[in-house]
C-alpha cells in the first residue's frame, strides 16, 4: 500500500478523533476537527448517521491506531503477530510494542511536535541510543535505554526552543530536556497510552 500524502487533518475527521498529527494545531482553534466534525466528503453528514456494524466498528478502531502512529498496513500488522506471539493479552502488548517504537519514544520525550516530525528526526541521524546513532524509527527501545539528541544538534533550530523547557512524559520514561536527554526506565503499560483505544476490536478485526 503506497504511503498516504493527503491532509493529515481528514485523518482526524475521518476517526472522528484527534490523533495530534499536526503538532500543536491540534490543540488550538484551528484543530479541523473541532470547527469541522464531520467525515470529510459529500456525503460526510449522511456518513456519519449511518449504522455502524461490527465490522466497520473493528477497521476504524484498526485505521485510527495505525494512523496514530503513522505505519502502513503491512507494518501494522506485523506488531501484531509479534503480539500475538508474545506472553500477555495480545492488544496490550502490541500497543506496548508500538510505544516502544524509537519514533514514538522521541515523541513521547517532547523532542518533536508530532510522530512524524520524529520520524523525520530518527530518520536524519539527529538521534542516539545509548551513545550510538540510530536512524531506524521503528527500533525498540528497552528498559535501561538512554535517547538523546546528537551533541551537535543542540543548538540547531529544531532543539533550541526545547532545551530546558518543561515536558510531561508518560511515567515510563524520564526526561531531562537541558541534557535533550531521556531514559526508559520501565516498560510502557496500557494505562499509559492516552489515545482512547478499543484494542479488542482490532484483534478481532484480524482473527476474522
Not at 50 to 66: D, F, H, I, N, P
Not at 119 to 130: A, E, S, Y
Amino acid at each position: 500500500m503506497a504511503k498516504y500524502t493527503g491532509a493529515d487533518c481528514k485523518r482526524c475527521r475521518r476517526e472522528g478523533c484527534k490523533l495530534f498529527l499536526k503538532g500543536d494545531r491540534c490543540v488550538t482553534g484551528k484543530c479541523a476537527l473541532d470547527r469541522r466534525p464531520t467525515v470529510p466528503g459529500q456525503h460526510g453528514d449522511a456518513n456519519l448517521r449511518k449504522k455502524a456494524t461490527g465490522y466497520s466498528l473493528q477497521l476504524r478502531e484498526k485505521q485510527k491506531v495505525k494512523r496514530a502512529y503513522g505505519l502502513l498496513e503491512s507494518q501494522f500488522k506485523k506488531y501484531y503477530f509479534e503480539g500475538k506471539r508474545q506472553r500477555g493479552a495480545t492488544g496490550e502488548v502490541m500497543l506496548s510494542l508500538l510505544e516502544r517504537r524509537l519514533d514514538n519514544v522521541v515523541y513521547r520525550l517532547g523532542f518533536g511536535v508530532s510522530r512524524a516530525q520524529c520520524r523525520q528526526i530518527v530518520n536524519h541521524g539527529h538521534i542516539l541510543v545509548n551513545g550510538k546513532k540510530v536512524d531506524i524509527p521503528s527500533y525498540q527501545v528497552k528498559v535501561g535505554d538512554v535517547i538523546s539528541v546528537r551533541p551537535k544538534d543542540h543548538d540547531s533550530s529544531l532543539f533550541k526552543d526545547i532545551k530546558g523547557s518543561k515536558v510531561v512524559t508518560p511515567k515510563w520514561l524520564e526526561v531531562n530536556t537541558k541534557e535533550l536527554s531521556g531514559k526508559v526506565i520501565a516498560l510502557p503499560e496500557r494505562s499509559d497510552i492516552d489515545l482512547n483505544i478499543a484494542e479488542h476490536l482490532i484483534i478481532e478485526l484480524y482473527s476474522r
